[in-house]
């Protein structure tokens, strides 16, 4: 399989997610500013939506959308755990919580990234970012991961994104249950695999 990413951004949770599955992949990194691979390729012509993540796999199909893709993942291994079952409701926890972190937070950062966007309209997101946090903090009261004890690639994506916060300005040091998630992730060995390939830390 081939994963193309751009370092730090949201491809990083299904780059994570490979890491946890032990399944062999090539990443790919694929510019979100020059919309070029490293021999030139214009990404465009292998995801005509110009973004990443993107999932090729053996057969040659490729697979698009973070949340799409880690669920793909996490189904080729089912032994790892890495998804409740299908047809179960602890499976559409997990979606409600690839949905919400995809909507209400990365969808929510956007503007935080975009060049121009004014200060005014930038405080408005931030603030709806510190209310989502808000959240997303309650709910990780008495919980080491998002639906309990056990690591799922929800978690991957929370991770991600909320490592944006240093990036842009938005403060969540004064969620204690959001930061102690933060440490657990970021000692596990696929996270520490996953940035330290993505030249996101040494």
């Known amino acids: 399989m081939k ?18 599955t032990g399944l062999p992949f090539e990443a790919v ?17 292998i995801n005509p939506k110009g973004y990443v993540p993107l999932l090729e796999l053996d057969d040659g ?15 080729l291994v089912p032994a790892k755990g890495l998804a409740p079952a299908n047809g179960t409701m602890a ?21 935080l990234f975009t060049p121009g966007m004014p200060d005014e309209a930038k405080a408005m997101f931030r603030d709806k970012l510190a209310a989502r ?6 709910q990780l009261e ?6 309990g004890d056990t690591f799922t690639v929800a ?24 930061q102690a998630f933060m440490g657990r992730m970021a000692a596990r060995p696929a996270v520490q695999a996953a940035l330290k390939a993505e030249g996101l830390i040494k």
Do not use: M
Not at 93 to 111: A, D, G, Q, Y
């Open 29 to 45: 990194l694929a510019s979100t500013k020059t919309h070029k691979l490293n021999d030139g390729t214009d990404y465009y012509t």
């Open 91 to 111: 499976r559409y926890r997990l979606v409600e919580w690839l949905n919400f972190i995809s909507t209400e937070l990365h969808k929510t950062f956007s503007p």
């Open 142 to 147: 008495g919980k080491a991961y998002l639906t």
């Open 3 to 20: 994963l193309y990413y751009s370092p730090g951004a949201c491809s990083l949770s299904p780059h994570i997610v490979l890491q946890e």
């Open 133 to 138: 946090f808000k959240y997303v903090n309650e």
């Open 61 to 75: 199909q490729r697979l698009s959308e973070g949340p799409a893709i880690v669920q793909y993942l996490a189904d």
């Open 155 to 178: 978690d991957a994506y929370l991770f991600t994104v909320t490592n944006w916060c240093q990036y842009v300005g938005v403060d969540a040091s004064g969620f204690a249950n959001l």
